[in-house]
């Protein structure tokens, strides 16, 4: 039983470029989280997302970053024209149920290093 | 944005010995969970707290809600070296389910043989 698939594990990008993080669930959920760690700090909510609805996007920058969970397919967190400051983990988490305990399962994440 | 304060920030201890490590907030958490997190890994949850006053053990592990539901604490009884890593508190706001879980910024566990 597979649990939170992230890739890339590492995606290196120059500046400008785009970033294409995927996250396929653990089998039996449908709520999908992002979070960006930064070095040496705690996980920040980025977006959750149901199949096909962005349920609360608040921690998620306005400008370059998007994020969409299909009806088919996995997770995409996309960063456009990235910039040094974007350099972090990223995790995805998945949750079966909106309603009751709050756990999430995480992947081991998708290290982005921008030059 | 609201913020759990976890402390301490670190800490090094010998192996055997105890270690408690707390989150405290100013607003009220309907569910407090305790994750740890090993280098180049993501989080893992170690124990899952719903109820103010639960106190909740997984193996040398005990965690507490604090009745006030404002805080919780994580233990770790006679440390091993394998406990080395980072450990998050992570709280999910009362009348809030379904919104993501907020974290702290985590206790870094060096445990020296």
């Known amino acids: 039983n597979a649990g939170v698939m992230q890739n890339p594990r590492h995606l290196v990008r120059r500046r400008g470029q785009e970033a294409r993080l995927r996250c396929s669930p653990m089998?039996?959920?449908?709520?999908v989280y992002w979070y960006r760690q930064l070095p040496e700090e705690g996980l920040k909510f980025m977006v959750y997302?149901?199949?096909?609805?962005?349920?609360?996007e608040s921690g998620m920058p306005k400008e370059r970053f998007s994020a969409e969970f299909p009806k088919e397919g996995p997770s995409i967190l996309r960063i456009q024209q990235v910039v040094r400051g974007d350099s972090a983990a990223y995790f995805c988490?998945?949750?079966?149920?909106?309603?009751?305990?709050?756990?999430?399962?995480f992947g081991e994440g998708s290290r982005l290093t921008v030059l | 944005g609201q913020q759990l304060n976890q402390s301490p920030q670190s800490m090094f201890i010998q192996e055997g010995e105890d270690v408690s490590m707390n989150c405290t907030s100013s607003?009220?958490?309907?569910?407090w969970l305790w994750y740890k997190q090993d280098p180049g890994e993501g989080p893992v949850l170690l124990i899952a707290?719903?109820?103010?006053?639960e106190l909740t053990s997984n193996g040398r592990l005990t965690a507490q809600f604090g009745i006030t539901r404002k805080d919780s604490f994580l233990n770790i009884s006679a440390s091993i070296p394998s406990d080395v890593g980072i450990y998050f508190c992570?709280?999910?706001?009362?009348?809030?389910?379904?919104?993501?879980?907020?974290f702290g910024k985590g206790t870094t566990l060096s445990v020296s043989s």
């Open positions: 988490a998945s949750s079966p149920t909106v309603i009751g305990t709050g756990e999430l399962f």
């Open positions: 707290l719903y109820k103010a006053g």
């Open positions: 607003s009220i958490f309907n569910t």
């Open positions: 089998k039996g959920h449908s709520h």
């Open positions: 992570a709280g999910q706001l009362r009348g809030q389910a379904g919104t993501a879980l907020i």
């Open positions: 997302l149901q199949k096909e609805n962005i349920i609360d």
